[in-house]
């Protein structure tokens, strides 16, 4: 199973959770809030509980963040967006780097809600609580 933790609360991230739903017709992905029981849960076991700044991908309990978990979920859209596998040849500090600084400024650009995401009934099925 490859499930994507996103903030729950941030307009970018959950602008970007939509992204991928409307393109993912294989089906192949799950989501949780990072600040839902089950994703605080997981990353306890990972050993990351204080990850909340980064999107994660458990991909079959392989564990991606930031710049390396967007890479490999427009890879597993596949299609065009899998070309974005030649990004890897960009040492993950600078591919970080741009990633942080939209991660530390998400909130003042996009903005935030002020409860995480609730799924619509259709794609309940899809969210992890």
Partial sequence: MKTILFDGVCNLCNGSVNWVIDRDKKNLFHFTALQSAFAKKRL???GQADYM???V???DSQIFTESDAVIRILKHLGGIYSLA???LIVPKFIRDFFYRFVAKN???WFGK???CRIPTPELKAKFME
């Fill in 44 to 46: 306890q076991e990972i």
């Fill in 53 to 55: 700044d980064s999107i």
């Fill in 57 to 59: 991908l458990d991909d």
């Fill in 85 to 87: 596998v030649v990004f």
């Fill in 106 to 108: 998400r909130y003042k």
């Fill in 113 to 115: 809600q002020d409860v």
